[in-house]
């Protein structure tokens, strides 16, 4: 187990933890779309991300540690304009009642954002929620309906978001290649999703599977196969423009 070196008692500070980047790609031309914003230690090789915001949610600081983690992505972010920044964010944020005032106050180093809630969290106000990203999206905010699942629960709940992205889960990419009933049963779920729905499939390790799901309409993926998640200066020092 990971002794985090910070106290989320203390002011949440987050000083030893930073931000990597893990490219999305737009699959006709091969550009980059944006850059998923993901929590890392500066410290411990085997950071756990997970275990981080367990420890924050049992000592109910899970709210503040977000808006924190929102703000470095952003921080770290600054001067690539170019590119969508994909922010994940719990629908628990989203719900607190100081959240769109927070919003208005410190977001906007980023032009273009987009915040991903995922399938697996509960929600426990879909109508509150309804509201907010409808002020989000009024506010040039875009949203994407993280970690779509094989179980497609709450998937009418989800469509209703009217997100501007769904990212479908890593299991869809695990053995495409080789299994011609999962292909149709991604092919399936494609035609479910609203055309003004943009798609991205997670978890690519394989390049062959980016042939396949071009075929389907698919239009962004990202994965191992295409970017590692890396300190965001790794792929500009590449001289990626």
């Known amino acids: ?21 893990q490219p999305i790609y737009q699959l006709d031309t091969m550009d980059i779309l944006g850059f998923e914003s993901l929590v890392r230690s500066k410290f411990h090789r085997n950071f756990n991300a997970l275990e981080l915001f367990y420890q924050a949610q049992m000592q109910r600081h899970l709210t503040i540690l977000d808006y924190q983690l929102i703000l470095k992505a952003q921080q770290l972010f600054k001067n690539k304009d170019t590119y969508s920044l994909f922010i994940n964010i719990f629908s628990s944020t989203l719900l607190d009642k100081k959240f769109i005032s927070w919003w208005h106050k410190f977001s906007g180093i980023i032009p273009s954002i987009v915040l ?18 409808k002020e989000l999206k009024e506010n040039r905010v875009k949203i994407a309906v993280d970690d779509m699942g094989e179980g497609y629960s709450f998937l009418q709940h989800w469509i209703e978001l ?22 149709k049963t991604l092919s399936d779920l494609v035609k479910m999703i609203d055309t003004s729905t943009k798609i991205i499939v997670e978890g690519v390790e394989q390049i062959e599977c980016v042939e396949i ?29």
Request: net charge negative; hydrophobic share 35%.
């Open 116 to 133: 991903e809630l995922s399938e697996e969290d509960p929600v426990s106000d879909w109508k509150t929620l309804k509201y907010v990203i």
């Open 213 to 241: 799901v071009k075929k389907m309409g698919i239009q962004y993926a990202q994965g191992y196969a295409l970017g590692r998640p890396a300190p965001l200066n790794s792929f500009f020092s590449n001289n990626l423009k």
């Open 162 to 183: 009217e997100p501007d992205y769904i990212k479908l889960d890593r299991c869809y990419m695990t053995k495409l290649v080789e299994s011609e009933v999962k292909q």
């Open 1 to 21: 187990m990971i002794i985090l070196t910070f106290s989320l008692e203390q002011g949440t500070n987050i000083s030893n933890l930073t931000c990597w980047y």
